[in-house]
């Protein structure tokens, strides 16, 4: 899923400075799930910033509404009988949502509530760890369905880098060597010579730096 982390409130007030009436839109997605994005978010959001409007002198009216998804636009277009009479619009889903929102209603103006960070999953309660990096070309069947990309600090194809010790990446004690990980697990499944594959330069071309990417279900599109 998308794991996002709410932004400072002071980086929201600021954000909504010339504003005095404002709307909370919340997503039931990937946000809900991580604890950052859902009904309880929007409303502690709501109940900070109208107190930090009261100690700053700014009284500020604002309403909160939940969609189901911010990036699906069937959804996105239940909020229009929302926006009147709201000067601006924090988005509570991840960057997509409020893109989607701006898209779809030009005259209105959205703000980012939170901060989105990666593409990850639940190790334990209140902790989310990345796992992938959307590169477009999974291969991690080639690495015991662990990845190098996403989880190795400098996304190394080839075996540990001579940084590592006992199992800790160089570039945090907090980090464990995920090459460590792989070859252990080829070890235990006698699979070590998996690693001698020579394998090809990454095609990033599949990855981000080509550009905005899009996926086409030719089934589905009109």
Known sequence: MI?????????????VSAFSKIL????????????VG????????RA???????????PLTIDTVMLERQCDKEYVELLKDKL???DGVLSMACGVGPQFLSEAYPEQRFFPAVNT??????????????????????????????CP????????????????SEGVCEVSKETVCIWDAIVKKKMAEGRLDDLLTIHDPRDWRTSRDGGPRRSIRETLAD
């Not at 900070?48 to 700014?58: N, V």
């Not at 999953?121 to 209140?126: D, L, N, R, T, Y």
Request: aromatic share 4%.
């Open 3 to 15: 794991v996002a982390d709410p932004k400072p409130l002071q980086e929201i007030m600021g954000m």
């Open 24 to 35: 909370i839109v919340g997503c039931k997605g990937c946000v809900t799930v991580c604890n």
């Open 38 to 45: 859902g009904a309880k978010e929007v409303e502690v959001l």
């Open 48 to 58: 900070a910033l109208m107190l930090a409007g009261e100690k700053e002198g700014r």
């Open 84 to 86: 009147d009479g709201h």
């Open 117 to 146: 960070t990666f593409y990850g999953g639940a190790v334990s309660h209140g902790i989310w760890e990345e796992r992938c990096a959307g590169c477009g070309t999974c291969i991690i069947h080639h690495f015991e369905g662990l």
């Open 149 to 164: 990309i996403a989880r190795c600090a400098k996304s190394i194809l080839h075996g540990p880098c001579g940084g590592s």
